[in-house]
């Protein structure tokens, strides 16, 4: 069964450019996560998706966002990128839509350099 | 809000030694506790997690943890580490009862040869 996957693996970009990123969860996986990793701050949660809907969000602004598709894969974008926008972004997916009492399955992340 | 707090950002210790990292959880009702592990180079992957029942939880590769309530603590130990548990360590917990989940800032461990 192939794990999570995320594209591209590595972007740069410069300041106030937007990027697109994708993630593919796990077959028959319907929750997908996303993270933002930065050294020194761990991961900081910025959204939840289950079935099409988000169902959390977490304290980042509007330039963040996402969405989910109908056989699960999700895209994040940011706009207007900012030099502190400078991370690993990791998706997540788990089996249901109870995903505080699942396993997350990490994909590998994309490592977004802003310039 | 519920955080979930990792006390050693860096420890450094030789094969043998006994581990023991601290975390500590806010929330007070039921909750689900988790330890993840991120190897150099790897995905994030579970190392152990806790739903209820026995609060002593054991792992992957010799790994335990204590979920302690009154002390809102689950702290991951092993009692002889290996060079091969180099990684960096998260704890997380869900931020509320169904709520997502947040992890800790994590603890970067390094084992000397």
């Known amino acids: 069964k192939a794990g999570v996957t995320q594209t591209p693996r590595y972007l740069i970009k410069t300041r106030g450019q937007q990027v697109t990123l994708s993630c593919s969860p796990i077959?028959?996986?319907?929750?997908v996560s996303w993270y933002q990793q930065t050294p020194g701050q761990g991961l900081q949660f910025l959204f939840e998706y289950f079935s099409e809907t988000q169902r959390n969000k977490g304290n980042f602004p509007g330039r963040f966002s996402g969405r989910q598709f109908s056989n699960s894969r999700s895209e994040m974008n940011v706009s207007t990128l900012e030099l502190g926008d400078s991370a690993l972004y990791l998706c997540a997916s788990s089996l249901g839509h109870r995903s505080t009492n699942e396993k997350l399955f990490f994909g590998s992340g994309t490592q977004l350099s802003v310039l | 809000a519920q955080s979930v707090s990792q006390h050693n950002h860096h420890v450094i210790l030789s094969e043998a030694a006994s581990l023991e990292l601290g975390c500590n959880y806010s929330?007070?009702?039921?909750?689900?506790l988790f330890w993840y592990v991120q190897y150099p180079g790897q995905h994030l992957q579970l190392l152990l997690k806790y739903f209820s029942g026995d609060p002593l939880v054991k792992g992957i590769k010799g790994f335990e943890a204590e979920f302690i309530k009154s002390k809102f603590s689950f702290n991951l130990r092993k009692p002889s580490v290996q060079w091969s548990d180099t990684a960096e360590y998260f704890c997380?917990?869900?931020?509320?009862?169904?709520?997502?989940?947040?992890f800790g800032k994590g603890t970067r461990l390094h084992i000397l040869p």
């Open positions: 997380a917990a869900p931020q509320n009862r169904d709520d997502k989940i947040i």
């Open positions: 077959s028959g996986h319907r929750s």
């Open positions: 929330y007070g009702g039921t909750v689900n």
